[in-house]
Each structure stands twice: as structure tokens, then as C-alpha cells.
């Protein structure tokens, strides 16, 4: 409880009074230790971060190894003169310096923006606006369109396969071609090779 509420009651002059004293303030309960460590967590929350990092760990691995590693490295030898063979020598900003100055450096740049803003969204515009259209029941013909549609991926497929069976038959012929003629070879040679002599 907060406070204990004294009530005061006078009866000549009818006025009721009340008082509020305070509780006195109760103490911590020396119970049991908490389990919450410094992180805040509990022994079940310990024990879940620890599976939940031990499925992580090939990723996390994959994702140092091969892409915050060579990022940080690739954003040091920026700054350096980096030859194979050669200790990297630190340069500062002398390359940038000299990508601004290159023509190519800004076509090439001028091709990544045109890619991006314009080249990215007109071709997600246009899928999109084309599955909607296969999609939409009142278009007559859905069922051509949709074939004709998604033909080429047919036809790819089946092209791959054809070539992939049309390699391998053409393999298998050559050494069978080549086996046979080694063995007519052997055989040829054995029926002129001359007797032993008999004395």
C-alpha cells in the first residue's frame, strides 16, 4: 500500500478531515539472486543466442571471408600503388585524382546511371505491365499468348538438352571409333609379325 488514510471526524462544527501518513518504505526482498547477467539476459535467452549464432556461424564465416574482407581491402588499396609482386606503397588520393581526369571514367559512369534509372525500371515496368496482361481473364487468347510467351524458355531448355546429348553421342562415337581402329591396329600387326624360326 501507498499510505495509510486517518479520518477525522468533528461534531460541532461538522468538518470532516482526512489525513494521509505515508507506509514506511518497504525493503528489497533478499531472495533469491536475479539471473539476468550483465546483457540483461536470462539463462533460457543465453542459451537460444547461442544456437541461433552457432546456425549463423557458416554465414557470418562466408560473409567475412568473402565480402567485408575483400571490401576493406579493395577500399585500402584504393588509397596505395598496389603491384602484385611489389609491397603496396600509399599514394593517398593520387588515383582518384587521376579517375577524374580519365574520359572513360565518365562514360562508363554515364552508362551505370542510364543502366540504373532508366534501363532497371523500364524493364520492371514492362514485365510487370506483361504479367498483368497474361493474367488477366478478359484478354482473348490467354491461352496463346501465355505459350507464345513463355516458348523461348521452352525452346532454350530443349535446345541445351538436344546439344548437351548431341556432345556427349559425338564423344562417345570418337572413342569408340578410336578404340576399334587401335584394335584393327593391333591385330594388323600381330598377323605380319613373323613366326619364330624353327632350326
Known sequence: MAGSVRI????????VTAVSRPSPAVAPSAGRPSRRTRLHLTRAERKGLRTGLLFISPWLVGFVCFTLYPALASLYYS?????????????????????????LFWKSLTNTLFLTLIGVPLAIIVALGIGLLLNNKRVRGLGAFRTVFYLPVVSLRSRRRCCGSSCSTRRSGSSTRRSLSSASTVRAGSSTRPGPRTG
Open 8 to 15: 477525522a471526524v468533528q461534531p460541532r462544527g461538522g468538518v
Open 79 to 103: 588509397f596505395t600503388n598496389f603491384k602484385i609482386l611489389q609491397t603496396p606503397r600509399w599514394v593517398g588520393l593520387d588515383n582518384y585524382a587521376n579517375l577524374l581526369k580519365d574520359p
